[in-house]
């Protein structure tokens, strides 16, 4: 997933700070390059593409040509049973990654995730960083921030882009994350246009959605749900087409707003303030990263109502996401939001 990849981008940079001369290569699938383009810590990106993950044949041509890079340490972030066979082949004398009981022999490190996180950072980022310990325990206590590299001509692109569709950059401009990654982390149509509608009347600000031309009908459908009054704010056709254009528009936002996922992790990444809604079922102490009660905000169901999760573990509530959205009103947010819309 993108925010994956993003996130375990900063094992590069403080890498590259201990060891300058060293090679450092990017082992990602083709659709997340994005996020990782002009990383200056980063010397070479491996695709793994869908061609080599669907044909044997091409994906052991795949290993055999990691087998010839002759790398001396591998670190594998997933432990998925693609990346074992990646990490066996590598022949590194080196090889890190989780701790997995079936796969745990291909390594010479392994560790097992923390449950609680020591800093603001979050667990996504303390147990990548911990994956460096083997290397240097210095490393691995080294909390980085994670950075996307957007150009001046691409910032520049994006600003004519904005001004030619009669935004004005010295007004707030909000970007709003209206969808999730699927539909149990995606915050109800109707409820996030009461999210929508409070912005508009704390702010009146211009809105801009984050949404791709297949997801257009639901992005309608949230619009519709809006008031007549905030519909007026919203440039619906305003969006990037593709991921650099909308990390170039993101770059000149208040502030991004919404569903919990690869967007607010870009945003972050970009030093632009968000307030995250949670998916009910998703941990929020591995994706709250660097929150620091000003410019990154969210909020979790369990934040509200901790009885709902009594007895249970918020993994095993994936399959009641649906119903725990319902219970999750705008009421609950809206004031936490508010005073985060406060700063602008």
Not at 23 to 36: A, K
Not at 138 to 156: A, M, R
Not at 184 to 193: D, E, I
Request: hydrophobic share 40%.
């Amino acid at each position: 997933m993108i925010g994956d990849v993003l996130t375990s981008s900063i094992l590069f940079e403080a890498l590259r700070h201990k060891y300058p001369e060293a090679q450092l290569h990017y082992l990602i699938n083709e659709h997340t390059y994005p996020v990782v383009e002009n990383n200056p810590f980063i010397d070479k990106i491996v695709f793994l593409t869908p061609e080599i993950e669907k044909h044997k044949f091409k994906f052991y041509r795949f290993l055999k040509s990691i087998k010839k890079e002759r790398y001396d340490t591998v670190i594998d972030v997933y432990s998925k049973f693609s990346s074992n066979l990646i990490s066996a082949f590598s022949r590194a004398k080196l090889k890190i990654s989780q701790h997995k009981q079936y796969s745990s022999f291909i390594y010479t490190d392994t560790f097992h995730n923390k449950n609680t996180s020591n800093t603001n950072a979050g667990l996504a980022v303390e147990n990548r960083l911990q994956l460096l310990e083997p290397i240097s325990k210095e490393l691995s206590k080294t909390i980085i921030k994670p950075k996307i590299y957007i150009t001046p001509s691409e910032i520049e692109a994006s600003k004519l882009h904005l001004i030619n569709n009669d935004i004005h950059l010295e007004k707030p401009l909000f970007m709003i994350s209206v969808l999730g990654s699927g539909v149990n982390k995606t915050y109800p149509m109707a409820q996030m246009a009461r999210i929508i509608d409070a912005i508009v009347l704390k702010t009146k600000g211009q809105i801009l959605f984050n949404y791709i031309p297949n997801q257009t009908e639901e992005a309608k459908a949230i619009y519709n749900f809006c008031e007549a009054e905030t519909q007026k704010h919203i440039f619906f056709d305003v969006f990037g087409k593709s991921l650099r254009e909308f990390l170039a528009i993101t770059k000149h936002c208040t502030a991004l707003i919404g569903n919990e996922g690869g967007a607010v992790n870009m945003a972050k990444a970009l030093n632009i303030p968000t307030f995250t809604i949670f998916s009910p079922w998703i941990k929020k102490e591995a994706w709250s990263m660097f929150e620091d009660g000003n410019n990154n905000i969210s909020i979790h169901l369990k934040d509200v109502k901790p009885e709902l999760y009594t007895g249970t573990s918020i993994k095993n509530m994936k399959s009641e996401a649906l119903a725990l959205y319902e219970a999750f009103t705008p009421n609950f947010i809206i004031p936490k939001l508010n005073k985060f819309l406060e700063q602008f």
